[in-house]
Every structure is written in structure tokens, then in C-alpha cells.
């Protein structure tokens, strides 16, 4: 059991670019270490392919699943049961996606771009 949110981007953010995707979870007060690499163990300062399927990224309140479904849809999960400051990551994980790759997370029939999710964050 875990929580899931859809993010959608743009076909220009279809490879969801890794660089630019840290450097917005950093901006969030997030250090993020790569873990694993569909299904593979990485270095933390492993840059995964453009066609990797699921990554495995370590954030300060745990580990969040960023797993691409199709080449625009992308889904942040958790496994288990989010305390707070795993909540507080798996958000400024969702919006990073989000606005790496220009595009809208949807949750419970809602679809918000990264400008309208980013003011739900909890500051750092």
C-alpha cells in the first residue's frame, strides 16, 4: 500500500531531464540521492538514461518511486505509511517532476500546473 499521484508534462518534458529535475528538489530544500535505476542499484551521482522506466530517489523524509508510464505520464509513489516529513517530500517530488518537465499534477480529478501545486508545499 503506498500513496500515488499522475503528473503529466509536456512532450518536451517527455525525458524528464535529471539535472534540471535535482536542481528544482534542491531549490525546495531537498538533497536527493539516486538509489536505483529500473530495478538496479545507481551511484548517487548516476545520471539514468533518458529511457529508464522507474527510479528509486532518496529525499530527507524517505525513498519516493518516480515511475514513467508513458512517455509524457509519470507517477510519484511511496510505499507504506507516509508519516509527515515523508508526505512533506513526496510533494516537493510530484511538483519537481512537475516543473522539470512543464507539466500538471492530478490528484482526486484535479489537475494543478507545477505554479498552482508549488504554493501547497511546506516550506522548508
Known amino acids: 500500500m503506498g500513496i500515488e499521484r499522475t503528473i503529466r508534462c509536456s512532450a518536451a518534458g517527455a525525458a524528464l531531464d535529471w539535472p534540471r ?3 528544482h528538489l534542491r531549490a525546495v530544500g531537498e538533497n536527493p540521492i539516486l538509489r536505483m535505476i529500473d530495478g538496479l542499484p545507481a ?8 529511457d529508464w522506466r522507474e ?3 532518496g529525499l ?4 519516493v518511486t518516480v ?3 508513458s512517455p509524457v505520464t509519470f507517477s510519484c ?8 516529513a515523508l508526505a ?3 510533494d516537493r517530488c510530484c511538483w519537481a517532476v512537475a516543473a ?8 482526486n480529478g484535479v489537475s494543478r500546473t507545477a505554479d498552482e501545486f508549488f504554493p501547497t508545499l511546506t516550506p522548508a
Open 21 to 23: 529535475f535535482v536542481e
Open 43 to 50: 551511484f548517487p551521482d548516476e545520471v539514468p538514461a533518458d
Open 55 to 57: 527510479l528509486r530517489v
Open 60 to 63: 530527507s523524509g524517505g525513498m
Open 67 to 69: 515511475r514513467r508510464s
Open 77 to 84: 509513489i511511496t510505499w507504506g505509511t507516509a508519516d509527515p
Open 88 to 90: 512533506k517530500s513526496w
Open 100 to 107: 522539470a518537465g512543464g507539466g500538471s499534477v492530478e490528484e
